[in-house]
Protein backbone atom coordinates (compact mmCIF):
# COMPACT_ATOMS: atom_id res chain seq x y z
CA UNK A 1 0.00 0.00 0.00
CA UNK A 2 2.62 2.28 0.81
CA UNK A 3 3.79 2.09 -3.30
CA UNK A 4 0.63 3.42 -3.96
CA UNK A 5 1.06 7.08 -3.41
CA UNK A 6 4.95 6.98 -4.71
CA UNK A 7 3.67 5.50 -8.02
CA UNK A 8 0.57 8.12 -8.71
CA UNK A 9 3.42 10.71 -7.76
CA UNK A 10 5.75 9.38 -10.21
CA UNK A 11 2.71 8.85 -13.17
CA UNK A 12 2.00 12.87 -11.86
CA UNK A 13 5.25 13.91 -12.32
CA UNK A 14 5.90 12.55 -15.96
CA UNK A 15 2.15 12.95 -17.39
CA UNK A 16 1.70 16.41 -18.41
CA UNK A 17 -1.56 17.30 -20.34
CA UNK A 18 -0.83 18.84 -24.13
CA UNK A 19 -1.53 22.40 -23.27
CA UNK A 20 1.47 21.68 -20.84
CA UNK A 21 3.73 19.56 -22.53
CA UNK A 22 5.97 21.45 -25.61
CA UNK A 23 4.69 20.42 -29.40
CA UNK A 24 6.46 18.63 -31.01
CA UNK A 25 5.48 18.51 -34.28
CA UNK A 26 2.49 19.86 -36.52
CA UNK A 27 0.97 17.43 -39.15
CA UNK A 28 -1.07 19.17 -41.90
CA UNK A 29 -3.08 17.67 -44.02
CA UNK A 30 -3.02 18.46 -48.01
CA UNK A 31 -6.22 17.90 -49.68
CA UNK A 32 -6.87 15.71 -52.70
CA UNK A 33 -10.57 16.10 -53.25
CA UNK A 34 -10.86 12.08 -54.08
CA UNK A 35 -14.45 11.59 -53.58
CA UNK A 36 -15.61 15.22 -56.17
CA UNK A 37 -12.57 13.59 -58.89
CA UNK A 38 -14.04 9.97 -58.81
CA UNK A 39 -17.34 11.58 -58.87
CA UNK A 40 -16.39 13.68 -62.27
CA UNK A 41 -14.66 10.30 -63.87
CA UNK A 42 -17.45 7.90 -62.98
CA UNK A 43 -20.31 10.62 -64.87
CA UNK A 44 -17.39 10.88 -67.43
CA UNK A 45 -16.20 13.92 -66.81
CA UNK A 46 -12.23 13.74 -66.96
CA UNK A 47 -11.75 17.45 -67.84
CA UNK A 48 -13.63 18.35 -64.57
CA UNK A 49 -11.15 15.63 -62.65
CA UNK A 50 -7.99 16.96 -64.02
CA UNK A 51 -8.92 20.42 -63.31
CA UNK A 52 -9.72 19.43 -59.70
CA UNK A 53 -7.04 17.74 -59.83
CA UNK A 54 -4.90 20.65 -60.79
CA UNK A 55 -6.67 22.88 -58.27
CA UNK A 56 -5.71 20.79 -55.35
CA UNK A 57 -2.04 20.90 -56.26
CA UNK A 58 -2.09 24.44 -56.35
CA UNK A 59 -3.88 24.43 -53.28
CA UNK A 60 -1.47 22.69 -51.37
CA UNK A 61 1.75 24.45 -53.14
CA UNK A 62 0.17 27.90 -51.41
CA UNK A 63 -0.57 25.84 -47.81
CA UNK A 64 3.09 24.51 -48.03
CA UNK A 65 4.44 28.10 -49.02
CA UNK A 66 2.46 29.50 -45.74
CA UNK A 67 3.44 26.96 -43.32
CA UNK A 68 6.61 27.04 -44.66
CA UNK A 69 7.46 30.84 -44.45
CA UNK A 70 5.30 31.50 -41.67
CA UNK A 71 5.37 28.62 -38.86
CA UNK A 72 8.50 28.19 -37.01
CA UNK A 73 7.08 27.39 -33.89
CA UNK A 74 7.84 23.12 -34.33
CA UNK A 75 8.86 20.84 -36.95
CA UNK A 76 6.18 20.96 -40.07
CA UNK A 77 5.08 17.27 -41.73
CA UNK A 78 2.63 17.01 -44.12
CA UNK A 79 0.31 14.34 -45.12
CA UNK A 80 -2.80 13.61 -47.59
CA UNK A 81 -6.12 13.54 -47.03
CA UNK A 82 -6.16 9.86 -48.18
CA UNK A 83 -4.28 8.83 -45.26
CA UNK A 84 -5.79 10.44 -42.22
CA UNK A 85 -7.02 7.00 -41.20
CA UNK A 86 -3.18 5.94 -40.49
CA UNK A 87 -2.52 9.30 -39.46
CA UNK A 88 -5.89 8.63 -36.09
CA UNK A 89 -3.94 5.39 -36.05
CA UNK A 90 -0.54 6.87 -35.25
CA UNK A 91 0.82 5.04 -38.00
CA UNK A 92 3.42 7.71 -39.70
CA UNK A 93 5.94 5.78 -41.43
CA UNK A 94 6.17 6.73 -45.34
CA UNK A 95 3.27 8.63 -44.54
CA UNK A 96 4.72 11.91 -43.06
CA UNK A 97 5.82 14.15 -46.13
CA UNK A 98 8.39 16.91 -46.09
CA UNK A 99 7.44 20.73 -47.97
CA UNK A 100 9.11 19.04 -51.09
CA UNK A 101 6.35 15.86 -50.81
CA UNK A 102 9.18 14.03 -50.19
CA UNK A 103 8.86 11.22 -47.09
CA UNK A 104 10.43 11.99 -43.74
CA UNK A 105 12.87 9.37 -42.61
CA UNK A 106 13.17 10.50 -39.01
CA UNK A 107 10.59 12.45 -37.33
CA UNK A 108 10.30 13.51 -34.16
CA UNK A 109 7.29 11.77 -33.40
CA UNK A 110 5.98 8.30 -32.95
CA UNK A 111 3.27 6.33 -32.02
CA UNK A 112 3.74 6.71 -28.71
CA UNK A 113 3.43 10.83 -28.52
CA UNK A 114 0.90 12.99 -27.93
CA UNK A 115 2.46 16.03 -28.14
CA UNK A 116 1.56 17.25 -31.44
CA UNK A 117 -0.87 19.09 -33.52
CA UNK A 118 -3.18 18.07 -36.77
CA UNK A 119 -4.05 20.88 -38.88
CA UNK A 120 -6.69 20.93 -41.87
CA UNK A 121 -8.50 23.09 -43.93
CA UNK A 122 -11.60 22.57 -43.47
CA UNK A 123 -14.43 23.40 -41.65
CA UNK A 124 -14.56 23.49 -37.89
CA UNK A 125 -16.49 21.60 -35.78
CA UNK A 126 -18.99 23.82 -34.18
CA UNK A 127 -17.34 24.11 -31.13
CA UNK A 128 -16.13 27.75 -31.77
CA UNK A 129 -18.47 28.92 -33.76
CA UNK A 130 -22.62 27.96 -34.53
CA UNK A 131 -23.06 28.22 -37.35
CA UNK A 132 -19.88 25.91 -39.63
CA UNK A 133 -17.27 27.96 -40.98
CA UNK A 134 -14.28 27.25 -43.11
CA UNK A 135 -10.93 28.15 -42.42
CA UNK A 136 -7.33 25.88 -40.69
CA UNK A 137 -8.80 23.87 -38.00
CA UNK A 138 -6.47 22.89 -35.47
CA UNK A 139 -6.83 19.49 -33.40
CA UNK A 140 -4.98 17.35 -30.83
CA UNK A 141 -3.95 14.15 -31.01
CA UNK A 142 -7.14 12.43 -30.26
CA UNK A 143 -8.69 14.66 -32.99
CA UNK A 144 -10.11 17.30 -30.49
CA UNK A 145 -10.54 20.37 -31.47
CA UNK A 146 -7.83 22.90 -30.04
CA UNK A 147 -7.99 26.08 -32.27
CA UNK A 148 -9.68 27.74 -35.60
CA UNK A 149 -8.35 30.04 -37.59
CA UNK A 150 -11.93 31.82 -39.67
CA UNK A 151 -10.98 32.77 -43.15
CA UNK A 152 -10.88 36.67 -43.79
CA UNK A 153 -9.60 38.75 -46.15
CA UNK A 154 -5.23 39.20 -46.65
CA UNK A 155 -3.09 42.18 -47.22
CA UNK A 156 -1.25 42.00 -49.99
CA UNK A 157 1.27 40.68 -48.62
CA UNK A 158 -0.65 37.80 -47.85
CA UNK A 159 -1.94 36.98 -51.23
CA UNK A 160 0.99 34.85 -52.26
CA UNK A 161 -0.22 32.49 -49.98
CA UNK A 162 -3.88 32.47 -51.53
CA UNK A 163 -5.58 29.96 -53.78
CA UNK A 164 -9.04 30.17 -54.89
CA UNK A 165 -10.61 28.21 -57.39
CA UNK A 166 -14.75 28.51 -57.22
CA UNK A 167 -15.76 26.58 -60.08
CA UNK A 168 -14.93 23.58 -57.90
CA UNK A 169 -15.15 24.90 -54.54
CA UNK A 170 -11.36 24.62 -53.71
CA UNK A 171 -9.96 27.44 -51.83
CA UNK A 172 -6.98 28.12 -49.01
CA UNK A 173 -6.64 31.15 -46.93
CA UNK A 174 -3.21 31.34 -45.04
CA UNK A 175 -3.41 31.00 -40.90
CA UNK A 176 0.30 29.89 -40.68
CA UNK A 177 1.25 33.06 -39.35
CA UNK A 178 -1.54 33.10 -36.85
CA UNK A 179 -1.73 29.46 -35.90
CA UNK A 180 2.57 30.58 -34.93
CA UNK A 181 1.10 33.29 -32.60
CA UNK A 182 -1.35 31.16 -30.89
CA UNK A 183 0.92 28.84 -29.99
CA UNK A 184 3.49 31.04 -28.61
CA UNK A 185 0.77 32.49 -26.56
CA UNK A 186 -0.50 29.22 -25.38
CA UNK A 187 2.52 27.09 -24.93
CA UNK A 188 5.25 29.77 -24.14
CA UNK A 189 6.10 30.28 -20.27
Known sequence: MKLLP?????????????SAQKIKALLVQLNTEQSKIATFKRVGKIADAQKVAKACTGMNKKMIRDFTDNFAFCPVYYYVDTNLDLIKKKQFANILLDEHGLPVADPVISALDTNYLVALYGFDDGTVNVVSTKGLVVYTDKFKQKFFFRRYMVNEAGKKYVYICNEYNIDYCPGAKNLELRMHHHYDE
Do not use: E, H, M, N
Open 6 to 18: IIAGLLLLFYQPV
